[in-house]
């Protein structure tokens, strides 16, 4: 049974940092592409990242770029969100999944999710 969970969410003040984590069991870790969404209430699931599944290529939503970085550590089968420069706009919970395919903007492509966790960025 595959799972993923996150964890490091939490509440922070604007302009701060936050590291988000993704470990996975239950899949052949390194061969999936891994993305980073997030659900604000009354909106629609938004891109944030991807990464190819030996790391080499990185994608960010255009909300993100520059502020975020995505990483990951297939021998911890484990992928990160760092976040710098947060802003209350980022508060949302935030998901990861897995793609067997190419890493991809479009949340419909890809195969199992996470159970999200919160961010809050106070003002």
């Known amino acids: 049974q595959v799972q993923l969970v996150e964890s490091g969410g939490g509440l922070v003040q604007a302009g701060g940092s936050l590291r988000l984590s993704c470990s996975g069991t239950?899949?052949?870790?390194?061969?999936?592409?891994m993305g980073w969404f997030r659900q604000a209430p009354g909106k629609e699931r938004e891109f944030a990242a991807a990464i190819s599944w030996r790391g080499r290529s990185t994608y960010y939503g255009d909300s993100v770029k520059g502020r975020f970085t995505i990483s990951r550590d297939n021998a911890k089968n484990t992928v990160y969100l760092q976040m710098n420069s947060l802003k209350p706009e980022d508060t949302a919970v935030y998901y990861c999944a897995a793609d067997r395919s190419s890493p991809r903007s479009n949340s419909k492509e890809y195969d199992y999710w996470g159970q999200g966790t919160q961010v809050t960025v106070s003002s």
């Open positions: 239950g899949l052949t870790f390194s061969s999936y592409s």
